[in-house]
């Protein structure tokens, strides 16, 4: 069964500070996801990747994908309060069913 | 495009009632499905649908639990009975088939006393 653990669990830091959450499988990802949850919401996606080395860029968000494709990464740059929320991972396993990480859950103090 | 639509929003029952949860998929999305989200177990995929289709409820909790897509735009979660360890949030999401990531509706929060 594949297992995918996130880290940290939870990270608080002050507006403007960088910072980077992980996420690793037990085995090879197919595809990788990365959805922002906020309080009341479902998760948003926020982006997917595919190829092993692959990185892309959402404003101040950096995504990374390990050449192996069991890991993968998500940088903020000069966070903001708005940045607040529980980001997740996930990977679809087959048929469009996807699993999701526990979520590092992220707090920006203004 | 409204996106997908879940409802109620908030949904408290007595022990042993029956619950059912809604769901209204985006127009042209192909498979749907349902998760339930607790802080001690995160996100479970409960059930998802491809074409109508039941593919997969691996992940329902035991037959209290039923689901039903009997057209393109509409779904339910049914809990018969309900019991107090029931309580989490509910979400339903959809996708087409052309794409990996999945669209979430707001959830139901389901709290069972």
């Known amino acids: 069964t594949q297992l995918l653990e996130q880290s940290p669990q939870f990270l608080s830091i002050q507006e403007g500070e960088n910072l980077t959450v992980y996420c690793n499988s037990s085995?090879?990802?197919?595809?990788l996801q990365w959805y922002r949850q906020e309080p009341g919401e479902g998760p948003v996606l926020l982006v997917t990747v595919v190829t092993g080395g692959e990185v892309k860029k959402l404003k101040r968000l950096t995504f990374q994908f390990g050449d192996a494709r069991k890991d993968s990464s998500l940088h903020i740059t000069a966070a903001q309060p708005g940045d607040t929320g529980l980001y997740l991972c996930?990977?679809?396993?087959?048929?469009?069913?996807?699993?999701f990480g526990a979520g590092t859950r992220l707090f920006v103090k203004a | 495009d409204a996106g997908v639509i879940q409802s109620p929003r908030h949904e408290v029952t007595e022990m042993g009632q029956e619950v059912t949860l809604r769901c209204k998929p985006i127009?042209?999305?192909?498979?749907l499905f349902w998760y339930r989200q607790t802080m001690m177990r995160g996100l479970e995929l409960l059930i998802y649908f491809n074409n109508n289709v039941p593919i997969d409820d691996s992940g329902m909790p035991e037959d209290r639990f039923s689901a039903k897509m009997p057209n393109a735009s509409f779904s339910t979660l049914k809990i018969q009975p309900s019991e107090p360890r029931d309580s989490a949030v509910y979400f339903c999401?959809?996708?087409?088939?052309?794409?990996?990531?999945?669209?979430f509706g707001s959830g139901t929060r389901l709290t069972v006393v």
């Open positions: 085995s090879v990802f197919s595809s």
């Open positions: 127009s042209g999305h192909n498979s």
């Open positions: 996930a990977e679809n396993t087959g048929g469009f069913k996807t699993i």
């Open positions: 999401a959809s996708v087409s088939g052309q794409n990996y990531g999945y669209t």
